[in-house]
């Protein structure tokens, strides 16, 4: 079944305004019923959980329920794979922290040089320990991360190997399946930046295999929050972030120092119900996960429709130079950059903002990718960014605006 536009924009009110919002990989619009998530926590169950009253169990309660709502979002095994937290910033930070009396000098860390800073800083950090840290760097010429390239890099020593599922600057969905299981087959673990990834597909970390994963619901309709999901043996061994008499195997708790934010936690499971709702359209006897699946499935479908007007717009002018894969059914999301002949794509995206039309430009903190292609000069790229919830007329609206800007 095709994606029901009426009904998902009636589920997002910002979008009753004037704006053709573009810029969702920085930050997307929230979910009515997120909102009224939180302020239904806030209002009536704003005390401390672990207390033995009656209101305090049900904070409790509104939060583990919301915890089992991710791990079904993720496929997770267990909600305690599921730690929470205020960014994907801050929570592969405290990955890193958590992974200290793990790692020894000499070991070995792999991350690449297209990734988000999130996933690169944090581990790059630990060379203050003596880790060694080793570069899968992309191929400039097709802006793709070849596998080929990573093999070389393994050695005995490699423990961990940091890698996007999506970049947020090229739009490319990375083989996660195939990474984690060459990481494995190595003897060592993968950790995954899905922030660019998880507005647009179901995310299925056992199906996937793979270690750790995080992204952040600010940008998958939800609030600023984030997740991490990690397999609970791995979470067991890691360091513990909070008190000393949070044991090793206080999982996730020992990984959410000062406790987890209850009310946007509560709110991220606004977005879950939304997915089985809207998946509910097109597979109404499944089970929840499978009614994810079905909703990503139409998201999919809409987001390449739509990815692809832009698109071929851009293929057809001569000025225009697309910085990814060119073609929307070529494993990409509509995250979508280019850069225009001797123009400044700063000056580019604010002659769109009188438009009312939200584009950005920049290097998105990918500024290893941006340097690696040259393409930092005249403010980065312009990057347009969809999500499910743009129509076809808004993109039109936003191809109106380029040509009388460009
Ligand atoms: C791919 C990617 N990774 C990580 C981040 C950082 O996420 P957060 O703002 O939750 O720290 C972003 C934010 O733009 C991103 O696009």
Redesign the pocket.
Known sequence: MSLDLDFVRSQFPALAGEWAFFDN??GSQILKRSVERISDFLLTRNVQTGGSYDVSIKAREAVEDSRRAVATLVNAARPEEIVMGP????LLQNLARAMASQLSAGDEIIVTNAD?E??IGPWVGLEKMGVVINTWKVNTETFELDIDDLLPLFSPRTKLVCV?HVS?LLGTINPVAEIARIVHEHGARICV?A??YAPHGAVDVTGWDVDYYAF?F?KVFGPHH?VLYGKYEHLLELDTLYHYFYGKDKVPQKLEPGNVNYELSCGAAGMVDYLIELGGKSDASGSDRAKIVAAFTDITAHEKLIGERLLSYLRDRNDCRIIGRTSASDGRVPTISFKVDGRDSGEIAKSIDPYKVAVRFGD??ARRLAEALDITANGGVVRVSMAHYNSLTEVDKLIAALDEVL
């Open positions: 990989a920085g960014s994907t910033t801050a988000h999130s996933n996007t947020n930046d922030v660019a952040s600010y984030a998105f903190h």
